[in-house]
């Protein structure tokens, strides 16, 4: 060994990198993707990889330059706050130490003097572009992501490509069949086809990841953990429950309209700016439903900004994030923040400060299906809506007359401790009175 690499092997200290606290009173989050592999280069505020606690998805990134040494978890494993994640291998001359680092993205091969590459395969890495929901699919399946081809932008492995890669790829080609030589046979008179029954398209749910005749026992971790607590509070709650039928033929038609304005920014442009929009109005003028009370209910805080969660279904679970001061927002301000909500939710990658500090919730268990729920309320808020499906049905005009009409049914639950009935009622009667005559709202508009 040479003086100088001898006294570059004395600079070089192996530094745990420590899981710091992330906040929120987490104590442990799961590994969903590692951003580095053993052998790699970091500087700080490199991606070191990405954790989902029970609240939020969070990106780690590195404090130190140097060389991974050592990784401590693999995927979906769980990390304890203050626990090392990496060893890292440090040094007080980056440029010249780690400069044979660089020359791991050549796909030419080149020798190494130290002996920690040494005892590394000597193999060209590359990271597979997937989801954590994708990489879930894939662990619960013992499906190696590399092994799949991927049909995503940048070769990114889709959901749809590990279906295919368990249920064998694609199709084999048709083998040639020889054509026999033709026979002249009678033709007989046509017979009209009868006209098929039309049948309803059966749902489709994501596969189960289970083996056909085994047992499966897995920890409850991540946004399921959170369940368990939130729900577990929340049935400590009195729940008053009320149920309407809204005509939102107007708010249909108005939507069209708005579709076709936004149609050029490519942003999806539902019913749900429209009714978290007219939540907040209500909410004006019953502000005790935008309000939180103390676990033992002896102060109730009527809060000022209207937080307004949207509950949603992922593979992970229910998350709720929230549209933050909706009252301040436009309608098309609000369809923004939900784009961006949905997008990061499907990724697994809201941050924590969309996942708290909500202050009203809606379920829109419409988009799957039903008509009536029984939504349950996250403590401590004291009130929440579950959204039905649109359905046409036929209803009586005022002069009688049956009319084809758009129909949504609407279930509230809130906290019968400090919530009235009487006020539930009231409220759902002026949040139906701006969805089915959605030209008033303009008029009260902020």
Request: hydrophobic share 40%; glycine share 6%; charged share 20%.
């Amino acid at each position: 060994m040479c003086l100088f690499s001898y006294f570059a092997v004395l600079c070089r200290k192996i530094v745990p990198f420590k899981l710091a606290d992330i906040g929120e009173g987490i104590k442990e989050v799961n590994v969903k993707e590692w951003y580095v592999n053993v052998g790699d280069h970091v500087k700080q505020f490199d991606s070191i990889c990405q954790v989902q606690s029970d609240k939020a998805s969070v990106t780690i990134t590195s404090r130190y330059d140097g060389v991974i040494s050592k990784l401590y978890y693999e995927v979906d494993d769980v990390a304890q706050v203050g626990d090392p994640l990496v060893d890292i291998e440090t040094d007080k001359d980056t440029e010249e130490t780690h400069r044979p680092d660089e020359s791991d993205d050549s796909s030419s091969s080149s020798s190494s003097s130290s002996e920690d590459e040494k005892s590394q395969p000597q193999v060209l890495k590359q990271k597979v572009l997937a989801t954590p929901a994708v990489r879930k699919i894939a662990m619960e399946n013992s499906i190696k992501l590399s092994d799949v081809a991927g049909t995503g932008k940048d070769g990114r492995v889709l959901k749809e490509d590990i279906m295919r890669h368990i249920q064998g790829g694609a199709p084999p080609a048709a083998t040639p069949v020889a054509t026999p030589t033709p026979v002249a046979v009678p033709t007989p008179a046509a017979v009209p086809a009868p006209t098929p029954a039309r049948i309803s398209p059966i749902p489709v749910v994501p596969a189960v990841s289970i083996p056909i005749g085994k047992d499966k026992t897995e920890p409850i971790k991540g946004v399921r953990k959170a369940m368990v607590k939130s729900m577990t509070e929340a049935n400590s709650v009195p729940l008053f429950g009320y149920c309407d039928e809204i005509d939102v033929t107007k708010l249909v038609f108005l939507r069209e309209s708005a579709k076709a304005v936004t149609a050029a920014t490519g942003m999806k442009f539902s019913y749900m700016p429209f009714i978290i929009k007219a939540t907040s109005m209500a909410l004006h003028q019953f502000p005790i439903l935008n309000a939180s009370v103390d676990k033992e209910c002896e102060n109730i805080t009527y809060l000022a900004a209207h937080n307004i969660g949207i509950a949603m279904d992922t593979i992970e679970g229910l998350i709720v994030p929230n549209v933050k001061n909706v009252q301040s927002l436009s309608v098309y301000e609000i369809a923004a923040e939900l784009n961006r909500l949905h997008a990061l939710g499907l990724e697994g990658k809201l941050s924590t400060a969309d996942m708290t500090g909500g202050t009203f919730s809606l379920s829109n268990i419409g988009a799957i299906g039903g008509t009536y729920a029984k939504p349950v309320v996250l403590p401590p808020q004291v009130a929440i809506g579950a959204l039905g499906k649109f359905q046409v049905l036929p209803r009586f005009d005022e002069e009688g007359n049956v009319k084809k009409t758009h129909i949504m049914n609407v279930s509230w639950s809130a906290d019968h401790r400090v919530i009235e009935g009487a006020t539930m009622a009231r409220f759902s009667n002026v949040w139906k009175a701006y969805l089915e005559n959605p030209a008033t709202m303009t008029i009260h508009l902020r």
